[in-house]
């Protein structure tokens, strides 16, 4: 029995000097790995960004060394952090478009007249005026053509309000002149320009569908110095942030303007050290450009990237949306909505036909490219569908990761072909319109039997589908939180569990993105993308998931967001109070610290990236009134975690921001 226990402590003492020691330890924790086995775990280390153990508070301790930094999480929640596969973060960012908002709930367009005044005549760089927010039925309930209300505020000045869909614009007489919109303009593909419902055969009346809008704002929006300016600035000082405070972790951009040099904004954060999340970008078919030209422009655009920013993905548009009655569909549109719109179209639109998209995702596949495809009607799934089946019948099954995003109104027949043709389906019910209780709001549009299972999760994911959830933001919260227990609760399309909505939002969305093998789960060997949380989502009642906060955020071990009032781990020790302030700053940070200094203390500061580039000793009398100011003028552009510590027996750090 002695021999038993001398061979197991010499064996423990072997694997403590081959073990690799942490930067940092999580201990006392409830961590849900997201593995295959759904594994829960007390603790995890982590060194140089990366997971290297998960298991108990006892197991950990061999990866424990002098300059190991332990947090005790104090028993709460940490999960993967989250990725939204479908978002729209650098126009949901941007101040570039307006801050006019108009009320979708006013019934009389001629009221928009005083809140449009009140938003003044300031046009945007482009010489262009811009709002958003109102119904596309408001306009329709005019006594004359929509052009003519905007023409009384803006006579001569191009004005452009974007629809609370962002389907659909108001535009005035002006701005069509600008863009050569005439009674003799035939409607673009995709698109439609209402003409003489108020007026004569030949009125052109203000209101833009679909493509025909999109032609309009991105001439309203062309790029340039200060639009492109507005753009990082918006994703660095409120988009990137928002999105770290929500947990958010790895992104998908829903539709990438590269010709707006959405790609170089992007790119430039990235070289300035400011992404706090992985990104893949999805360059943008545009549905009036010529294919064959359109074709060897995005393969150029084509990138593999890194860990942090891809270009391998391609958004396209097979239809519009249903309460435009543009969303494709099988079977015509209610008799009555029909008449009331006057639209030249009974069944929706393509912005890309079925034979066209075949075309494109059969030759861009094979690039590396993985289609990111909207498609709301039933006639727009099946389309998809079928595209991407001939693809492979002509390529074989080459590893494409194509999915199929929003996914409204889905043919019972094509529940099963997502697994099948091994589809990601992608879906969004953050929204409340999503919900069951207003999927009757449709009846109008599209009938009762239509109406029922809106955004059929459920049926889907029991068909064995590979699912994931996402935002549409700014359409709505970005709270993974809110998608979580919507996700739960909106039965009968509901998914079955706790753990079936995280892994939508977690290793199905690393899937998608192609990066499973190196986040998605928290295993050994992957990246410490991590988010702790102030509520145990397991064990609550569903309806409580979607009011979560996040306490903190990381990505590869790195601090991008940390909740000060939530935090057990940075805040409040011993009753001392840590700052690092301004987060945004230019030659000089401050810190403010009320706990005891030893004459040891320091300061590190670390790059994004997670290397030092400067120590210093801290005297304790240099701190006035419990603040220190810290020169940082010759650091370059980035991110930066500013770590302090007392000498004594408290570490803490904060992230701040320079920007020249």
């Known amino acids: 029995m002695k021999n038993i226990l001398t061979l197991t402590v010499m064996l423990t003492m072997l694997m403590s000097l081959n073990a690799q020691i942490a930067d940092t330890i999580i201990k006392n924790a409830k961590i849900y790995t997201a593995d295959a086995s759904d594994t829960f775990v007390q603790a995890l280390a982590i060194k140089d960004g990366l997971i290297i153990y998960t298991g108990t508070d006892a197991g950990v301790n061999i990866h424990l060394g002098a300059g190991t930094t332990v947090k005790d999480a104090g028993g709460r929640l940490i999960l993967p952090g989250m990725h939204d596969v479908h978002m729209h973060p650098l126009e949901a960012s941007s101040t570039n478009g307006s801050s006019c908002s108009l009320n979708s709930a006013e019934t009389n367009p001629e009221n928009y007249k005083a ?41 001569t000045t191009p004005a ?35 003409k003489s419902k108020w007026g004569t055969a030949t009125d052109v009346d203000g209101i833009l569908l679909d493509n025909a809008g999109d032609g309009a704002i991105s001439v309203a929006l062309a790029t340039n110095g200060t639009l492109q300016t507005n753009n990082y600035e918006g994703l660095v000082y409120y988009g990137l942030p928002l999105l770290a405070k929500n947990g958010i972790t790895s992104i998908c951009e829903g539709r990438t303007y590269w010709k707006q040099n959405y790609i170089q904004t992007w790119q430039q954060i990235k070289a300035n050290n400011l992404l706090t999340c ?20 995005i393969e150029a655009l084509y990138d593999a990237g ?12 097979s239809d519009g949306i249903l309460i435009n009655a543009t969303a494709a569909m099988h079977d015509d549109y209610e008799a009555g909505v029909l008449s009331t719109l006057g639209f030249p179209f009974s069944k929706g639109l393509n912005y890309i036909d079925a034979s066209r998209m075949t075309s494109l995702i059969t030759a861009l596949e094979t690039k590396g490219y993985d289609f ?26 080459i590893g494409a990761r194509h999915r199929v995003t929003h996914l409204e109104v889905v043919k019972t027949t094509d529940y099963p072909r997502f697994s099948s043709l091994n589809v990601t389906a992608d879906m969004q019910v953050t929204g409340d319109f999503t919900n069951p209780n207003h999927w009757h709001d449709n009846d109008d549009f599209i009938g009762v039997t239509r109406s029922n299972n809106l955004v059929p999760v459920k049926s889907i994911y029991d068909a064995g589908a590979r699912v994931t959830l996402s935002s549409d933001w700014d359409v709505s919260s970005v709270s993974p939180f809110v998608g979580i227990q919507n996700s739960l609760t909106r039965v009968p399309q509901n998914l079955p569990n706790v753990a079936a909505a995280v892994k939508s939002y977690t290793i199905n969305g690393a899937y998608v993105m192609r990066q499973e093998d190196k986040t998605g789960s928290l295993e050994v060997g992957k990246y410490a993308d991590l988010i702790m949380v102030d509520r145990d989502i397991f064990t609550i009642p569903n309806t409580q998931i979607g009011a979560t906060k ?76 419990n603040e220190l100011k810290v020169d940082v003028s010759g650091f370059s552009e980035g991110i930066y975690i500013l770590k302090f510590s007392n000498g004594i027996d408290q570490t803490k750090s904060k992230k701040f921001i320079i920007s020249k």
């Open 278 to 297: 992985r990104v893949a970008l999805a360059p943008w078919i545009y549905p009036d450009d010529n294919d064959v030209t359109q074709i060897p422009a």
């Open 115 to 155: 809140v449009i005044q009140a938003c003044g005549s300031t046009p945007n760089a482009n010489g262009w005026i811009l709002g958003w927010g109102h119904s596309i039925y408001t306009l329709l309930n005019a006594t004359r053509a929509p052009r003519l209300i905007l023409d009384e505020v803006y006579p």
């Open 550 to 625: 996040v306490v903190f955020t990381w990505l590869a071990g790195n601090q991008v967001y940390f909740d000060a009032v939530l935090s057990t781990t940075e805040n409040m020790l011993n009753g001392t109070k840590f700052e690092v302030y301004p987060t945004v700053a230019h030659e000089e940070v401050y810190v403010y610290f009320t706990g005891e200094k030893a004459t040891d203390s320091s300061i590190d500061i670390y790059d994004f990236s997670g290397k030092r580039i400067s120590k210093q000793k801290v005297d304790p009398d240099s701190f006035t009134n």
């Open 160 to 194: 452009l309000f974007m629809e609370e869909t962002s389907h659909s614009m108001w535009i005035n007489t002006a701005g069509l002149n600008a863009l050569g919109i005439t009674d003799s303009t035939p409607d673009p593909v995709g698109g439609h320009i209402v």
């Open 306 to 317: 890194d860990d942090m920013l891809k270009i391998r993905q391609i958004k396209l548009y």
């Open 372 to 397: 990111h495809i909207h498609a709301i009607g039933d006639r727009g799934i099946t389309e998809s569908l079928d595209a991407i089946a001939t693809a492979r019948a002509t390529n074989g099954d």
